[in-house]
């Protein structure tokens, strides 16, 4: 079964920590991977994507995930994490000829002072 | 105006009431969704049109109505709704048929169901 799973419901760094969210997935084909960040009352906007090539993608906000097919992860990270990153963030996958995206139940980010 | 636009941003009915919510995109995208958000669940992807054709209703109750009159507008008519429908509705778009399939969101439309 196809799937993605974002197995911590919350994180708490303080602020000028590293960060790391992890996301593995489930999936039949060749994947296309993404990560989403959620403000508070806000939609989902995209940090960046994986298609093909460098197994390392820079994307917005200072944030990078790494491919890694042998471990089936698509892990988020940030070397120095702001206040302003709290938010929520879900990991998704797609393929090429789906455009249907499966999505993981997200990762809330608290940030400390 | 650009991306993709939600209106309104905060909608409260009744059981027995009708209302719409609407979503517009301007990115130029062929494909449109909607998407029910509740709380500590994984987006859950109720309705896709693709040049103005709906092609995914995933087993949506019909309570919820999906209209596309064109590749911009997307609306989702509610009736007799009940309180569990109570969620954050999601509308998105992309382009389909690019290999490419980063969806754009709006806001979205919080709704609560009394």
């Known amino acids: 079964a196809q799937s993605v799973t974002q197995p911590d419901i919350h994180i708490t760094v303080s602020e000028g920590a590293s960060l790391e969210l992890r996301c593995n997935y489930s999936?039949?084909?060749?994947?296309?991977l993404f990560w989403y960040v959620q403000s508070p009352g806000q939609g989902l906007q995209l940090l960046l994507k994986?298609?093909?090539?460098d197994t390392l993608v820079q994307g917005i906000k200072g944030f990078e995930a790494e491919f890694k097919r042998s471990q089936s992860s698509f892990n988020l990270r940030k070397p120095s994490v702001h206040w302003s990153d709290a938010a929520e963030y879900f990991c998704a996958v797609g393929a090429e000829s789906n455009y249907q995206l499966i999505w993981g139940a997200g990762t809330k980010l608290i940030i400390k002072p | 105006e650009t991306g993709v636009t939600q209106t309104p941003r905060h909608l409260v009915m009744g059981m027995t009431n009708k209302k719409s919510l609407k979503c517009e995109q301007h990115?130029?995208?062929?494909?449109m969704y909607w998407y029910k958000q509740s709380a500590k669940k994984p987006l859950e992807l109720m309705f896709v049109y693709n040049f103005k054709e709906q092609t995914e209703n995933n087993s949506v109750p019909s309570r919820f109505s999906p209209e596309c009159p064109n590749s911009s507008h997307l609306f989702l008519h509610l009736h007799t709704l009940q309180p569990e429908d109570s969620a954050l509705y999601l509308c998105?778009?992309?382009?389909?048929?690019?290999?490419?399939?980063?969806?754009?969101f709006g806001q979205g439309t919080r709704l609560t169901v009394v």
């Open positions: 998105a778009s992309s382009q389909m048929g690019q290999g490419n399939t980063e969806a754009f």
């Open positions: 990115l130029g995208h062929n494909a």
């Open positions: 994986y298609f093909s090539g």
């Open positions: 999936y039949g084909a060749t994947p296309y």
